[in-house]
């Protein structure tokens, strides 16, 4: 079974709109962590956001919020007010305590923000 | 301060060549990470490192690769007799501290795009 899950292959917003990538889990760890990275043309993945397992509160980075559901094991992102600058591609990852430090990613969604 | 750095950017190399790519973490960074992107994929753990050694390799794909960290700073991806099917896009990424809980969050450099003629 797939650990990380993202269903959009691709998602379209228009500029200063607000955009909703989706990503599932799976794990039996009690502790977790869930991170998105963005991933422009240029190739580096970009940190954005955090998400612990324990962690009661949504996490929010500037623009960028986690809607984290745990009971349905989801952490959604979500973008507000979007910038041209924000199409790339978004990834998902997961880090399991059960293991070592290591990350899954899911395939990710490439998101197009037009003017 | 500097982010990771990989080296070179670009690797074309023809099929059954040996080819080295080079990672350089962040300054103080004990974890480091090697990962594989292909087209259209996420990236895919490769071998993760504490220090100068291997804390799990369980992600290399056969013998034919193999990776070193000799002073736990610079690390080298080695990829023997390479085959069509490694041409990938080489991710390194470092972070913090072991296992640590909150949150330890890995860098990436840019990658090294390999091409396997």
């Known amino acids: 079974a797939q650990k990380i899950t993202q269903t959009q292959p691709g998602m379209f917003v228009q500029e200063k709109e607000a955009v909703t990538l989706d990503c599932t889990y799976d794990t039996s760890d009690q502790s977790y962590g869930l991170f998105w990275y963005k991933q422009p043309s240029s190739g580096e993945m970009i940190f954005l956001i955090y998400?612990?397992?324990?962690?009661?509160q949504n996490a929010t980075e500037g623009r960028y919020s986690l809607n984290f559901q745990k009971a349905r094991k989801s952490a959604n992102l979500v973008i507000s007010a979007s910038q041209l600058g924000d199409s790339a591609m978004y990834f998902c990852a997961m880090r399991e305590n059960s293991g070592y430090s290591t990350l899954t990613f899911g395939k990710g969604t490439m998101l197009l923000v037009s003017p | 301060g500097a982010g990771v750095s990989q080296t070179p950017s670009n690797k074309v190399t023809e099929k059954g060549k040996y080819v080295e790519l080079r990672c350089d973490p962040i300054s103080g960074h004990t974890a480091l990470y090697w990962y594989r992107q292909s087209l259209g994929q996420g990236p895919e753990f490769l071998i993760y490192?504490?220090?100068?050694?291997?804390?799990?390799d369980s992600g290399l794909p056969n013998d034919r690769f193999f990776a070193v960290r000799p002073e736990g700073s610079v690390s080298t991806l080695k990829i023997q007799r390479t085959e069509r099917g490694d041409s990938a896009v080489y991710l390194c990424?470092?972070?913090?501290?072991?296992?640590?809980?909150?949150?330890?969050?890995?860098?990436f450099g840019p990658g090294t795009r390999l091409t396997v003629l």
């Open positions: 990424a470092s972070s913090l501290t072991q296992g640590a809980q909150v949150p330890d969050t890995q860098y």
């Open positions: 490192f504490q220090g100068t050694g291997a804390a799990d």
């Open positions: 998400q612990g397992s324990y962690d009661e």
